[in-house]
């Protein structure tokens, strides 16, 4: 059986990769709201212990792991890392929505950037003669 293909064809795992890892980033922003100026030091260590959303973030961060090593059971490392570039996309359009972060010409060009690339890099190559060619591999393991 295919894998499931979601949005501009990139296989179900990578996708839910891209959403943990932003929700992680989330978190750990909102953990870092929640204990605010608190010096480094045990004070802030106790902070972080008992910050519900700092847990929340580390929990979304071994999520975060599992998922990506699933991906890299069955993708070359060179296909599936720069898809994680996406993550600078998702992560500030997520701080301006959700916290209301200034998302500027130099940000958005930089976006715009980062996505022309991750298109270039996950274009198909030319492989050697017989060789499947990427859109063929299912990241998930099943052809």
Not at 8 to 25: E, K, N, R, W, Y
Not at 61 to 75: G, I, Q
Request: glycine content about 10%; hydrophobic content about 55%.
């Amino acid at each position: 059986m295919r894998s499931l293909r979601l949005l501009l064809g990139m296989p179900a795992l990578v996708l839910a990769f891209l959403a943990v890892d932003t929700a992680t980033q989330v978190a750990f922003k909102v953990a870092a709201d929640t204990i605010g100026d608190v010096p480094l030091g045990l004070a802030y260590v106790g902070a972080v212990a008992t910050t519900a959303s700092a847990w929340v973030a580390v929990g979304l961060y071994v999520v975060t792991y599992v998922l990506w090593m699933l991906v890299l059971k069955d993708t070359a490392l060179s296909r599936a890392f720069p898809l994680t570039a996406l993550s600078y996309v998702t992560v500030p359009l997520l701080g301006w929505l959700a916290f209301g972060e200034e998302v500027g010409g130099r940000t958005v060009a930089g976006i715009v950037l980062i996505l022309v690339g991750v298109v270039l890099v996950g274009k198909e190559t030319d492989a050697p003669a017989g060789a499947p060619s990427p859109s063929e591999l299912s990241p998930c393991g099943n052809p």
